[in-house]
Nanobody, 114 residues
Framework: QVQLVESGGGLVQAGGSLRLSCAAS????????VGWYHQAPGRQRELVAT???????TYGDSVKGRFAISRDNAKNTVYLQMNSLEPEDTGVYYC????????WGQGTQVTVSS
């Protein structure tokens, strides 16, 4: 069973940066589109960034221009560089393929203070 492990979250002031990582226990990121999902407190999980097998990226309107998704196939890892963080970015971040065919990891908590 493939495991997804997210890391890199933390507490940061508004305007700061974080780099999230998502490591998979198998080479799934090189063969599937991958996404980062954000679950704000009391809200449903939503997709904020994706990267295809060919490297094409897409972003939600709320993070466009501030976040960047990337992938290292050799390390089975996907990253999310988060810049100019805003309090609205607070929440738990998860990664998964699209569609999300694998069990969800524990996520990584991001808290942005104003």
């Amino acid at each position: 069973q493939v495991q997804l492990v997210e890391s890199g979250g933390g507490l940061v002031q508004a305007g700061g940066s974080l780099r999230l990582s998502c490591a998979a226990s198998a080479s799934i990121f090189s063969i599937r589109t991958v996404g980062w999902y954000h679950q704000a407190p009391g809200r449903q999980r939503e997709l904020v960034a994706t990267i295809t097998i060919s490297g094409t990226t897409t972003y939600g309107d709320s993070v466009k221009g501030r976040f960047a998704i990337s992938r290292d196939n050799a390390k089975n890892t996907v990253y999310l560089q988060m810049n100019s963080l805003e309090p609205e970015d607070t929440g738990v971040y998860y990664c998964n393929t699209i569609p999300s065919v694998y069990a969800w990891g524990q996520g990584t908590q991001v808290t942005v203070s104003s």
